[in-house]
Nanobody, 117 residues
Framework: HVQLVESGGGAVQAGGSLRLSCAYV???????MAWLRQAPGKERERVAS???DGVRYTIGRFTITKDNAENILYLRMKALKPEDTAVYYC?????????????????WGQGTQVTVS
């Protein structure tokens, strides 16, 4: 079993930066970990991930980092836009590969709100 706890969300002006953290407990070795977000009225979408082989995926202005020593997954976001406003979730899978679909993920954090104005 994996437990995930996000932090670092908040309100930021357009053009600013923000770093989200996801503290994890449990076995995530060789497993996919990801950040997904959900804006009001929209489906949850993957914005960054690192798979069990260490291969990263991100959209544009985002950077994902996994600190195995501290058991924290980071999402660094820069040049933020109002359309980045969403609840951001940390997620993990039992498998190595990462996917776009939220149904593929087995473990979720509680989410953290990011508001860009």
């Amino acid at each position: 079993h994996v437990q995930l706890v996000e932090s670092g969300g908040g309100a930021v002006q357009a053009g600013g930066s923000l770093r989200l953290s996801c503290a994890y407990v449990g076995n995530v070795y060789n497993r996919c970990m990801a950040w997904l977000r959900q804006a009001p009225g929209k489906e949850r979408e993957r914005v960054a991930s690192v798979n069990g082989d260490g291969v990263r995926y991100t959209i544009g202005r985002f950077t994902i980092t996994k600190d195995n020593a501290e058991n924290i997954l980071y999402l660094r976001m820069k040049a933020l836009k109002p359309e980045d406003t969403a609840v951001y979730y940390c997620a993990a899978r039992e498998g190595r590969l990462c996917y776009n679909e939220e149904a593929r993920y087995d473990y979720w954090g509680q989410g953290t709100q990011v508001t860009v104005s």
